[in-house]
């Protein structure tokens, strides 16, 4: 049984940090890319942050200098760090999993966790 399950989220103000946590099972992690996707509402789901097996991180515009994603191979678990949260933030993220084309080319990979909201207040 595949599983993502992720943690961390919650309300925040403005400029403060949240750092969100998805743990996986083993069969899924240390073979496949890692990645944060997020859904603000109306919106569609965007590409946060990805990581390969092998540490290769790639991040949105929007929250390149903000948001670091990185991973613990020991653990299964990849970790999204939110520093300097703006309201326009605020979205249900989602950890997902699969290999680097499926994650960061076609924004389709296979796994995906439940979703954890993050809300930010100015």
């Known amino acids: 049984q595949v599983q993502l399950v992720e943690s961390g989220g919650g309300l925040v103000q403005a400029g403060k940090s949240l750092r969100l946590s998805c743990a996986a099972s083993g069969s899924i992690f240390s073979t496949n890319a890692m990645g944060w996707y997020r859904q603000a509402p109306g919106k569609q789901r965007e590409l946060v942050a990805a990581?390969?097996?092998?540490?290769?991180?790639k991040h949105a515009d929007s929250v390149k200098g903000r948001f670091t994603i990185s991973r613990d191979n020991a653990k299964n678990t990849v970790y999204l760090q939110m520093n300097s949260l703006k309201p326009e933030d605020t979205a249900v993220y989602y950890c997902?999993?699969?290999?680097?084309?499926?994650?960061?080319?076609?924004?389709?990979?296979?796994?995906w966790g439940q979703g954890t909201q993050v809300t930010v207040s100015s």
């Open positions: 997902a999993a699969d290999d680097w084309v499926s994650m960061v080319v076609r924004r389709t990979p296979h796994y």
């Open positions: 990581i390969t097996s092998g540490g290769i991180t």
